[in-house]
């Protein structure tokens, strides 16, 4: 009987335990210390070792502290895979696999890139039981470097921005491609009788014309011809179109990036949103395509009462206050403001104002019509926190629901 009355509580408290190691390990919120330094050491550590990695490749350094700098490499190693083993364990916590089971999310998870590079960064220890002298052991102790990008916004920015200019950057592939080609068959049929051993048949020619546009000369083939000088100059300038094209197309989008958010809007950080949390992955991750980031600072307006709606927004982290006619209250982490507009056409019905800094979800107003026509239970729950503000029940937002 006993027994039956603690089953549940222990599974329970695992349950609780796993949930706060997934919130220290993936979660990453700025406010929770544990989070923070956990993630502090393990950048330090990262850091340290490829330094040292680097480090023992130097034969005087490797014979005078070679046994002091394999220690901190095998505690690093060690290190690394409980973080390895800690990640595994609390993936079913992920909202995008959870209701998979316990094994089918963790094994899944173990696929994602970042825990393929995490699995990579232990795997050169085994590798080196294998094979003890192998100089490619170093290389892929570097890759560790890698699991920096778990820390970096900034690699995550340039993932969004490859990823939105894909189009445009196959478009460069496809020029680039055409480019070569064309060079290479015109300097083929101008140069290659003279120089057959060089530019006697497609390939070489095409590893010619590669080298003269990526600007590195064409080697030791120098055309002979006045023609050949030509076909040669002319690469070249297309070289540098063909190179700068992709060149402007990253920078531009990086920079769009970077001004349009002022943090990246992650996966997780929509799933907390208490109103998106029951929403499947598909639907979060539509959610994180059209949600923009604002930080702002305490004190900041961010609409005014008789304004009209062009956006309503998400409360990430901080307090904002809403002043109308019967209206005083404050909003937090979780609630959701400035969908009354949206929803009835008229104007703002009060003024809110940022009382603390805020990071904010931002939903404009396109973006809010269409997400209300394809998710019926988005458009009902924000309706029905709309009506009871009207009527003056709620003095709150989404996160004091916890039905929602
Ligand atoms: P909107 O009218 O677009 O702009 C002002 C916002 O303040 C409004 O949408 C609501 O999101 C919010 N708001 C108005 N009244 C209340 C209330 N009683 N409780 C919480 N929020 C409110």
């Known amino acids: ?39 502090g050491v393990l950048v330090a550590l990262i850091v340290a070792n490829v330094a ?25 190693v060690l290190i690394f895979a409980i973080e390895y083993a800690a990640r595994i364990w609390v993936a079913p916590e992920h909202l995008m696999l959870r ?30 039981l294998l094979f003890p002298a192998s100089s490619v052991i170093l290389l892929t102790r570097l890759v560790r470097i890698l699991k920096l990008a778990r820390y970096s916004p900034a690699i ?20 680039l491609t055409g480019v070569l080609i064309t060079a290479a068959a015109v300097m083929l049929a101008v140069e290659g009788h003279k120089q057959p051993e060089r530019l006697g048949d ?23 011809t006045a023609l050949g000088r030509i076909v040669a100059a002319i690469t070249v300038m297309l070289g540098i179109f063909c190179f700068a094209l992709p060149v402007a197309i990253i920078g531009r ?19 907390r ?68 507009a949206l929803l009835s056409r008229e104007p703002r019905t009060a003024t809110v104002t940022a009382v603390s800094s805020a990071d904010l979800l931002v939903l404009d107003v396109d973006d809010f019509m269409r997400l209300v026509d394809r998710l019926p239970q988005f458009k009902s729950q924000i309706e029905e926190i709309a009506r009871e503000r009207k009527e003056g029940k709620a003095d709150g937002g989404a996160g004091d629901r916890d039905e929602l």
């Open 52 to 76: 040292v990695v680097i480090a023992q490749s130097v034969p005087e350094v490797a014979a005078q502290y070679g046994g002091l700098l394999t220690a901190f490499d095998r505690l690093c």
């Open 273 to 340: 949103v208490p109103l998106f949390s029951r929403f499947d992955a598909a639907a979060i991750a539509d959610l994180v395509s059209l949600l923009r980031a604002r930080t702002v600072t305490p004190g900041t307006q961010l609409m005014r009462k008789g304004d009209r709606g062009d956006a309503m927004y998400f409360i990430a982290s901080g307090v904002v206050e809403v002043a109308g006619d019967n209206v005083d209250v404050r909003l937090t982490e979780g609630d959701f403001f400035g969908e009354m």
């Open 202 to 224: 497609m390939p070489k020619a095409m590893w010619w014309a590669a080298a003269m546009l990526a600007k590195i000369g064409g080697g030791e083939t120098e055309p002979v």
């Open 1 to 39: 009987m006993e027994r039956e009355t603690l089953e549940p509580r222990e599974a329970e408290h695992r349950a609780s335990l796993r949930q706060r190691a997934f919130e220290i390990l993936e979660h990453s919120r700025r406010r929770d210390l544990a989070s923070r330094i956990v993630d």
């Open 99 to 128: 209701g998979r089971g316990d094994a089918m999310a963790r094994l899944r998870f173990a696929g994602t890139p970042l825990m393929v590079i995490d699995a990579l960064a232990i795997a050169p220890f085994f590798l080196e």
């Open 253 to 271: 989008g990086f920079y769009e990036e970077i001004r349009r958010r002022d943090f990246v809007v992650t996966f997780a950080m929509v799933a």
């Open 156 to 175: 995550a920015t340039i993932g969004r921005v490859l990823a939105l200019e894909k189009r445009a950057l196959l478009a460069c592939v496809v020029i």
